[in-house]
């Protein structure tokens, strides 16, 4: 069976053949699986932003589940701004890649997503590599700011938002002072990884306190120029900070679609 959608003057981008990406549920059909499905390829970038979704019973043929199911799904990416539902219109993936994201990520949080469970994979591996190569190559001006990265986090007090910025900041300028461009890149192109993180786990307790001391062994070693130092530092730091992120994502499974999140990162 071939799904197609027909374009109107309000999309941007024709939808694809989504019968060549969608397969049938395995399981017994749910909100959450359907949606978990949807995110999977809207975040791979298969559907782009501005593209019209299928209508309900397109969707409902090629993923073989009731209406109901999609029509549910759909309606819990419209609330998490993933995609905007226009009455007589259609469903539409929003615009500004931006924006979508970091709710994409916080999304697949909450479901248990494969490909956000790799990229907090990737994520723990890349900051050992930075704290490592920064011990190595850092000079007393390197070390000096991130000294004052450091110092913004104290300061922050109970400002969230500046507490989170300066812990972004802090690992950003440590894969600066690593000095190896492709690395850098990468740490900054899952920045929004780093902003969701943060933003799950600043109410459990004992974060900050933790995530001050954490980021002060990692800045000890680098000033102690001790490579070995710095990636066991910054590895135990990972181990904490995914120990919090698992923490906030089992606390929040109820929340999910149909309150059958996996609760895995």
Known sequence: MTVTSQPDQHSSAAAPDLAQLLRPVVRESSVSEVAKRLLDHLSA?????????????????????????????????????????????GSYVREGTSEFLPRAINWGLMLGQRRTQDLVEVRTYMEGVSARLAAERASDEDVARLEEHLRHMRDAG???????????????????????????DILHSIRALLQV???????????????????????QAIRDRDPEAADRAMAEHMRMASAR?????????DGSADGSADGEA
């Open 45 to 89: 970038g298969d559907i782009r932003p501005g593209t019209r979704l299928p209508a309900e019973r397109q969707l409902a043929e090629a993923l073989g589940v009731a209406r109901s199911s999609v029509r549910g799904a759909l309606s819990a990416l419209d609330v998490l701004g993933i995609i905007e539902i226009r009455p007589g219109s």
């Open 158 to 184: 109970g400002d969230v938002t500046a507490f989170i910025d300066a812990d972004i900041a802090f690992h950003l300028e440590t894969a600066r002072i690593a000095r190896n461009t492709v690395l850098s």
């Open 197 to 219: 993180w943060m933003e799950r786990v600043s109410d459990i307790e004992g974060t900050v306190s933790g995530t001050l001391c954490e980021h002060d062994a990692v800045l």
């Open 245 to 253: 992120l698992r923490a906030s994502v089992d606390g929040s499974a």
